[in-house]
T-cell receptor
Framework: AQKITQTQPGMFVQEKEAVTLDCTYDTSDPSYGLFWYKQPSSGEMIFLIYQGSYDQQNATEGRYSLNFQKARKSANLVISASQLGDSAMYFCAMREGLMTGNQFYFGTGTSLTVIP | DGGITQSPKYLFRKEGQNVTLSCEQNLNHDAMYWYRQDPGQGLRLIYYSQIVNDFQKGDIAEGYSVSREKKESFPLTVTSAQKNPTAFYLC???????????FGPGTRLTVL
């Protein structure tokens, strides 16, 4: 089974609107971390937001928030008030805990295009 | 400025040649990583190092080698044994292996 699944290869959003990028994960480790990265056309992976498996509240970083639903094993990224500069690839990632050797997994990514 | 640097940005290699990609960080991170990214795909782990003088194979280590003689540096050598080396290579580092990874700008390798 895939450790990280991103089912949306491409998404479009109108400028200033909110958009949700989906991510589901699979792990039996009780301790894990979930990450979102942005990759613009330049190629660099930019860290956006982190959610720990024991965190009670959803993580937020500026216009980014992570909708963490532990029972459903989902960690969707919500971008509010989209800007043209948000057009990029977005990758969901998971780090498993000590029980499974701190392995790090990336999804296949979602391409987001913001329309003016 | 603290960060991760990779050089060169673009690299061209003839078949049969070894080539070394540089990765340097001044973030005082113990752990460093090398990933490969092919067009339209996610990242695949080549090698990682938790501490100086120690490194472990990732999912696709065949045809690659690394060294970790200094905390700041984690060079990757793409050997002639790597059958399809054309790809985008990303280096990352983190305080420890449990922490958030931060990435360099990447090196695009093309085999001619």
């Amino acid at each position: 089974a895939q450790k990280i699944t991103q089912t949306q290869p491409g998404m479009f959003v109108q400028e200033k609107e909110a958009v949700t990028l989906d991510c589901t994960y699979d792990t039996s480790d009780p301790s894990y971390g979930l990450f979102w990265y942005k990759q613009p056309s330049s190629g660099e992976m930019i860290f956006l937001i982190y959610q720990g498996s024991y965190d009670q509240q959803n993580a937020t970083e500026g216009r980014y928030s992570l909708n963490f639903q532990k029972a459903r094993k989902s960690a969707n990224l919500v971008i509010s008030a989209s800007q043209l500069g948000d057009s990029a690839m977005y990758f969901c990632a998971m780090r498993e805990g000590l029980m499974t050797g701190n392995q790090f997994y990336f999804g296949t990514g979602t391409s987001l295009t913001v329309i003016p | 400025d603290g960060g991760i640097t990779q050089s060169p940005k673009y690299l061209f290699r003839k078949e049969g040649q070894n080539v070394t990609l540089s990765c340097e960080q001044n973030l005082n991170h113990d752990a460093m990583y090398w990933y490969r990214q092919d067009p339209g795909q996610g990242l695949r782990l080549i090698y990682y190092s938790q501490i100086v003088n120690d490194f472990q194979k990732g999912d696709i280590a065949e045809g690659y080698s690394v060294s970790r003689e200094k905390k700041e540096s984690f060079p990757l050598t793409v050997t002639s044994a790597q059958k399809n080396p054309t790809a985008f290579y990303l280096c990352a580092s983190s305080f420890t292996i449990s922490d958030t990874q931060y990435f360099g700008p990447g090196t695009r390798l093309t085999v001619l």
